[in-house]
């Protein structure tokens, strides 16, 4: 009896290693807790480097009981024994695109970085190589042949595990319509300065919010330091430069990367126009404020006043002899307002030409 069940447990014992040999045949992760990579094909040879649980290889050739693989930096020899390969070799090495203005460069970045192919959703390309796998590229080869690096964000590597659909519309609908508008207008800002296939009505939307935001903080900016009566107002004026400058420096980049904000002499314009709007809001401090008691829109208008003017006339002789008059005149007005809070009455004063 206990001949039967040793013979039994034996039995055992030899479908599960056989079961555990046939899953080691189908995947691509070292089932060991270290693995050593080899200089050679050989247990003698100088060992390389260690590979942990998890680690990806890409398979360069086969000799016997060894592969040659290649990892991060290292190209070396790993016994066969301990890893087991990718069940759909078709899916090994490749990428699908995921991102709606993804775009292939002819570098992984730098200056002379330039645009190589604007990349289709659901497009699958080869990676030619594993060099550089700790940087945040690809370097892939497309099916017409053309090669270049594409961000690693911008794809999602295929393989046994990756449930998706090959089909261009199957995975634009599974997978990029879950992400809702919420991607779009990340897909637009992580192509401000170039071609992006993402909807132009998101873009121009972040545009005009990034060129109003500042307005609005320096009208917020105002309404505050105005509502503190102890502060003078020639500080509000110097926060308020202070705050100019430090967010036009933060907006010319956009400024000048984003696609209708390229032109030099926009950007001058808009510099200009904030330079007004400051203005504006320093004219509204002096027409609202009370100057008694700093009360900042306390105030009720009590009509304007005329405090005077005078009118004159131009005579012009234009070059057939004949001559022209024009009526001109100007008057002083004042705007009366009165501090709900103190009750203190003072004039705004105004120049009215014609």
């Known amino acids: 009896m206990n001949t039967k069940k040793l013979v039994y447990?034996?039995?055992?014992l030899l479908v599960i290693f056989v079961s555990m040999s046939a899953e080691e045949e189908k995947s691509e992760a070292v089932n060991i807790k270290q693995l050593n990579i080899y200089e050679k094909p050989d247990k003698k040879s100088t060992i390389l480097d260690a590979a942990g649980i998890g680690t990806e290889f890409h398979v360069i050739s086969?000799?016997?009981?060894?592969?040659?693989?290649?990892d991060y930096l290292t190209i070396g020899w790993i016994q066969k024994?301990?890893?087991?390969?990718?069940?759909?070799?078709?899916?090994?090495?490749?990428?699908?695109?995921?991102s709606r203005c993804a775009q292939l460069t002819s570098k992984m970045g730098g200056k002379d970085n330039k645009v190589v192919k604007d990349l289709e959703l659901g497009e699958i390309a080869e990676i030619i190589s594993f060099k550089y796998k700790v940087?945040?590229?690809y370097e892939v080869r497309l099916a017409d042949g053309t090669t270049g690096w594409v961000s690693k964000k911008q794809v999602t590597k295929l393989g046994a595990s990756s449930q998706l659909e090959l089909d261009e519309q199957n995975f634009f609908e599974k997978t990029i319509n879950k992400r809702g508008t919420v991607f779009y207008i990340f897909a637009a800002i992580d192509k401000w300065g170039e071609k992006s296939k993402a909807t132009k009505n998101t873009v121009t939307v972040l545009a005009v919010i990034?060129?109003?935001?500042?307005?609005v903080l320096t009208s917020c900016l105002v309404n505050f330091f105005c509502s503190i009566r102890i502060v003078p107002t020639w500080l509000i004026n110097l926060l308020l430069i202070i705050a100019a400058f430090n967010s036009l420096r933060w907006l010319f980049p956009i400024y000048m990367s984003a696609p209708?904000?390229?032109?030099f002499m926009l950007a001058v314009f808009f510099l200009l126009f904030y330079i007004l709007w400051i203005g504006r809001e320093l004219k509204k401090i002096q027409y609202h404020r009370c100057p008694n008691c700093h009360t900042m829109f306390a105030t009720s208008d009590k009509g304007t006043i005329s405090l005077g003017g005078w009118k004159w006339k131009t005579k012009t002789t234009h070059s057939d002899g004949s001559t022209s008059t024009s009526n001109h005149s100007q008057e002083t007005l004042a705007d009366v307002r009165k501090c709900?809070?103190?009750g203190?009455?003072?004039k705004v004063f105004k120049i009215v030409r014609s």
């Open 9 to 12: 447990c034996l039995i055992l």
């Open 62 to 70: 086969q000799q016997k009981n060894w592969l040659e693989v290649q």
């Open 81 to 98: 024994e301990f890893v087991v390969l990718d069940s759909d070799p078709n899916f090994a090495g490749k990428v699908i695109v995921k």
């Open 135 to 137: 940087a945040s590229n």
């Open 210 to 215: 990034l060129v109003i935001l500042p307005f």
């Open 260 to 263: 209708i904000f390229k032109s």
């Open 340 to 342: 709900l809070a103190c």
């Open 344 to 346: 203190h009455v003072w």
